[in-house]
Each structure stands twice: as structure tokens, then as C-alpha cells.
């Protein structure tokens, strides 16, 4: 399965890919992406099986790249977890309501990340 | 500014370094910065909007900057290079994004972080708001987070 890292921070990024890699996924099933329009490109050439997407990233941000991948029939269902600093619960509920399918606050350490998306992963 | 608005940027913090970070943080109290320009050499910056505004100003000193990015990391840096201004805008962004939580009078858009380098910067802090100054220091050196946020009437 194909995991897909849309983050603008190249060391959130780094760190996310670590922490997939000591869970056993292969390097090269993980892609990444600096905001939501890479990403978009990058999902339409490939077959994303997880998504671990940022919220505040430039040209188009996590929440938009949220609304707009559900739009496509392949990815209706595909987990989404929404990995971001956003803590209040407005956005929250703005997330859940574009179409993530899990929500969580950075930071994060690495355990409870794959606690949180261990479920996925194994699907 | 009242204090009640200094605590969820604290608490988000020590969050931060101490909890997540396992850094041996102390925080000083916190004071009215008079200069506003009186910062370390290395500033991550995000500005607030929404039903208030202002900015927050996360400021390291350079060896302080890339010994912290380096463990948010897990990987040695040795230079101010790239990926540690980089971790640095990312921990301003996590320190903003996480006291949002605890600022619950009004809704706050955070902007993308942005990264000042050097000794005679100038930050355009929002006109006429106080600049609360929150002292820490660390195992590897000393920083601070700046809050100026305006006051809802």
C-alpha cells in the first residue's frame, strides 16, 4: 500500500517517513508531497492507499486538498488522517465535515501516531 | 493584553519542549518586552487573524536553534541550514496551533510560519499591542515566545 505525506515542512515530513519506516513500511511506498497541490498530482499517477495530511500549507492547504480528493470517485473512501498543530475544536469539526476520517494534534510522538493510524495501515 | 491570553501560548509550549521534546525547560515569568526588536538571532514568526489579531515570535539563539531542531528531528545538524529554519517554523506553527485550543473568546486563523535570520531584524508586530515577552531556558540555551494579541473590547 502506498502511503502519501503532504506536509510544507520538510522536516515534519522526514519525520513522519521514520516513523512509517520503523513500523516495517517500505521506503518506497512512501511518497510525499510539500503542499496539497503536489499532492494531487501525485495521487492522480499513483494509487494512494493512506493519506497523512498537514492543514496549514501553501498554493492548497490540507483542508482543501481534503474536499477535493473526496471529489474524486477512487478516493471517496480512503482514510485521511489530518496531522496539524490546528488544537481548537472548530477545526475540528471543519475537518471531519470535508471528509477526514481521523484527526490529529501535533505534536505527536511517534507510538501514539501509529496508535492512531495502526488501523490503517493493517487494512 | 491580558494575561489570560500569555497562558494558552505557555502551557503550549512547555507542551512542546518539555513534554514532547523531553527538554529540562524552565520558563521565567513572563514581561512587557520595551524593545520590541529585542529578539535572538533566529525568529520563527506567525501572525493571527480572525476575530482578533497579532503575531507570535519564537525566538532562539543560533546553536539553541539548531540543537532544538535537531532533536525535534532526531538527526544532528551542525549548520543553520535549510531544514533547521524549516523546524524551526514548525515548532512556531505547533506552539500556535496548539494554543488555539485554550483561546476559546474568539475564532483565530494562523498564517504559515515564517523564519527571520540574523542581528538587525525588524518584526512588524500589530500597531499599538502590547509585546508580552515568555522567558525559557534549556539544556541548550536560552529562548523565548513573544505574544502580542489584541484585546477583544
Partial sequence: ?123 | MQVKYINPFLRASVNLFKDYLDLQVESGKPFLLKDPQALYEVSGIIGLAGETRGAVVLSFGRETAIRIVSRLAKQEYLALGNEVLDGVGELINIIAGNAKQDLLEFRIEISLPGVITGKNYKIHWPEGVPVVCIPFSCEFGDFSVNVSLKDIA
Avoid at chain 1, 480528493?69 to 485521511?80: E, L, N
Avoid at chain 1, 481548537?88 to 501509529?114: D, F, M, S
Fill in chain 1, 1 to 123: 500500500m502506498k502511503i502519501l505525506v503532504v506536509d510544507d515542512s520538510a522536516v515534519m515530513r522526514r519525520i513522519h517517513r521514520n516513523i512509517l519506516k520503523e513500523r516495517g513500511i517500505d521506503d518506497g511506498d512512501i511518497l510525499d508531497a510539500a503542499d496539497g497541490q503536489a499532492a494531487l498530482e501525485i495521487a492522480s499517477r499513483n494509487a494512494i492507499g493512506l493519506f497523512l495530511v498537514d492543514w496549514n500549507m501553501p498554493r492548497l492547504n490540507g483542508l482543501d486538498f481534503v474536499q477535493r480528493i473526496r471529489a474524486i470517485a477512487s478516493y471517496a473512501k480512503t482514510p485521511i488522517i489530518m496531522i496539524t498543530s490546528e488544537a481548537a475544536r472548530y477545526n475540528v469539526v471543519e475537518a471531519i465535515q470535508a471528509g477526514v476520517t481521523n484527526y490529529v494534534v501535533k505534536p505527536i510522538k511517534g507510538e501514539a501516531l501509529l496508535d492512531k493510524i495502526g488501523r490503517y495501515l493493517n487494512a
